[in-house]
C-alpha cells in the first residue's frame, strides 16, 4: 500500500535521478572544456589566437588580470574536480534508479546503497580535493603568477553524512517491516 508520504518520498527520488544525471553531463563538459584548454593552451599558446589584432593571450592577462599559470592551474583543479563530482553523480544516479525500481527506500539492499553512496560522496570528494590540491601546489611552484586558489569539500562532507544517516533510517524501516510480515505471518 503506498501512503501519502512514500509517494512524496519517491517524487523526490525522481527529481534525484533527473538531477544526477543533469550534474553528470554538466561535469562531462566541464572535463571536455578544461582537457580542451589545458591542450589548446600548450600545443598552440595563446599567442596564435587573434582577435582584431589582439591575442587571447593578452586580452587574458590584461583584461581578466590572469596570469597563464593561473589559467593552466585553474583548468587542471577544475578537471579534477569535474571528474570527482561526475563519478558522485553517476553513483548518485544510479542509486535513485534502484530506489524507484524498488518502490520504496526501505530495502535492506536499498539501505546497504545509499550507505555506500554517503561513502563515496566523502570519500570522492576528499581525494578530489587532495588532488587538486597537489595538482595546484605541484603548478604553483613550476609556474610563475599563479594566484591562490582555496577549497574545501565540507559541503559534499555534510552530504555524505546525510546520505549515511538517512541510510540507517531506511535500515531502520525495512527492518520495521520485516517484523510487521513476521507478526502478520503467525497470526
Known sequence: METKTLRIIQKLAAVGKVLSKIIAVCCIIGIIGCLIGIISISTLGLDTFKIGGVT???????????????????????????I????????????????????????????????????????????????????????DHCLSDVAEIHLDAFGQTGTGLAFIIASLLCKFGAEKETESQADAHLL
Open 56 to 82: 587571447i593571450h593578452s586580452m587574458i592577462e590584461e583584461s581578466a588580470e590572469m596570469s597563464i599559470g593561473t589559467l593552466y592551474a585553474y583548468m587542471t583543479v577544475g578537471l579534477i574536480l569535474c
Open 84 to 139: 570527482g563530482e561526475c563519478i558522485i553523480a553517476k553513483k548518485a544516479e544510479k542509486y535513485f534508479r534502484n530506489e524507484l525500481t524498488a518502490g520504496t527506500p526501505f530495502t535492506f539492499d536499498g539501505a546497504k546503497e545509499m550507505l555506500r553512496l554517503g561513502i563515496y560522496i566523502i570519500a570522492i570528494s576528499i581525494g578530489a580535493l587532495i588532488a587538486a590540491n597537489i595538482s595546484y601546489s605541484i603548478m
